[in-house]
């Protein structure tokens, strides 16, 4: 069985940095493509950012390019999201899930509890 626990959400103001991550267990990690998926009260869930099973493409929604980096750690099976500068725009209740590829960018259901990211203006 798939288990995805996200931690590292909080309250931060405006400019602020935050630190998310996700340890996955139940899966070869080394298999899946990750995303980081977002989202916001009344809005659809969105993907934010992915990246490749060796971690060497990544991919960034326009809305979170040059402030966000996604990273991954195999040996620990863990995927980050470094959030910088923030905006009250990147209040939402963040997810990770493991991807069908890096070319549909789908997810493939698993979830995770999700962690609450607040951005205060």
């Known amino acids: 069985q798939v288990q995805l626990a996200e931690s590292g959400g909080g309250l931060v103001q405006a400019g602020g940095s935050l630190r998310l991550s996700c340890t996955a267990s139940?899966?070869?990690?080394?298999?899946?493509?990750m995303g980081w998926f977002r989202q916001a009260p009344g809005l659809e869930r969105e993907l934010a950012a992915a990246i490749s099973r060796g971690g060497t493409i990544t991919y960034y929604a326009d809305s979170v390019k040059g402030r966000f980096t996604i990273s991954r750690d195999n040996a620990n099976a863990t995927v980050y999201l470094q959030m910088n500068n923030l905006t009250p725009g990147d209040t939402a209740v963040y997810y990770c899930?493991?991807?069908?590829?890096?070319?549909?960018?789908?997810?493939?259901?698993?979830w995770g509890q999700g962690t609450q990211v607040t951005v205060s203006s």
């Open positions: 899930a493991t991807l069908r590829g890096m070319q549909t960018m789908a997810p493939l259901g698993s």
């Open positions: 139940g899966l070869t990690f080394t298999s899946h493509s």
